[in-house]
C-alpha cells in the first residue's frame, strides 16, 4: 500500500506556513515511512513504546519522533534517549518519571500537558482544575523538575459527527492555552487529527496529527 501522495502535498500547502503537520505513522510499515520521508516529511508521530523503538531504529536518525499515544511510566525509559516531543504527559507521576529519564539521559524531554477536552470518559488528561495547579504562576511543582519542558498543550475532541461540539472543544483547549501561553511560555498547541483538523486549525492549532488522510485506513488492530 503507498501513501496518497498529492494529499499529503496539499495538506502541507493548505496548512503552512504556522502548522506544523506530525504524520501519524502507528501499524505503517518502515516503507510507507521512507515514501513520506523522501517527500520532506520529517516530524511522526506513533502511539505505542516498542512499534516506536523498532522503527527509530530502522528509519533515518533525522527523524523527529513524536509520542502520542498513552504513555506507562514504566516505559518512559525505552524512547527518553531520542524522544522529540511527548504530547501524552496526563499525569504528575509520568511527568516526574519523564523528568527522572531525562536526567539519566542527560536531556531535556520536551512535553505537552494533555487536557481532557471530549465529553467520552476514556480520552486521558488533565482536567481545568489540575491543569491551573500546574501553570498557575505560584505553583513551583513542574518548575522544580529540569530535566522536562512544558512546551504546550495537547488535546482530542469527541469522537463525534457534531462540528459545533467539536469546535466548542477545541476553542475551550484554545482559551486555556491562552491563559498560560505567557506565563509559562507555551507555544504548541496540539490539536486536530484527519477528520477535524481543519476546524482546529481555525480554533488556534498550530500542530496537527493526521494518520489516515495521509496514509489511508489503518488496519483495525
Ligand atoms: C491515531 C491518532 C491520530 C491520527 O488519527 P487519524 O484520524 O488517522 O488522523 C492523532 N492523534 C492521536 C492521539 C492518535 O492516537
Known sequence: MAINKD???????????????????KTQSVENILELYNLGQRHFGENYVQELTDKQQR??????????????TNKVKFIAPFVHLIHSADSFKLITEINKQ???????????????????ETKFGFDKTELHELLDADSQALRALKNVHTRGLMGMA????????????????????????VNTQLETLSMGMSSDYL?????????????SLIFGERRKA
Not at 494529499?7 to 505513522?25: D, F, G, H
Not at 469527541?158 to 501561553?181: G, M, N, V
Request: no cysteine; charged share 20%; hydrophobic share 45%.
Open 7 to 25: 494529499t499529503y502535498l496539499q495538506l502541507i500547502e493548505s496548512v503552512k506556513p504556522n502548522v506544523t503537520v506530525v504524520a501519524v505513522s
Open 59 to 72: 528509519l533515518p536518525k533525522d527523524i523527529l519522533w513524536h509520542f502520542i499515544g498513552h504513555l506507562q
Open 102 to 120: 531525562g536526567q539519566r539521559n542527560n536531556r531535556i524531554i520536551d512535553i505537552l500537558l494533555q487536557v481532557h477536552i471530549a465529553k467520552e
Open 158 to 181: 469527541s469522537f463525534t459527527p457534531d462540528k459545533d461540539l467539536i469546535r466548542t472543544e477545541f476553542h475551550y483547549l484554545k482559551q486555556l492555552f491562552d491563559t498560560y501561553a
Open 199 to 211: 476546524l482546529a486549525v481555525e480554533e488556534g492549532s498550530n500542530l496537527v496529527r493526521i494518520g
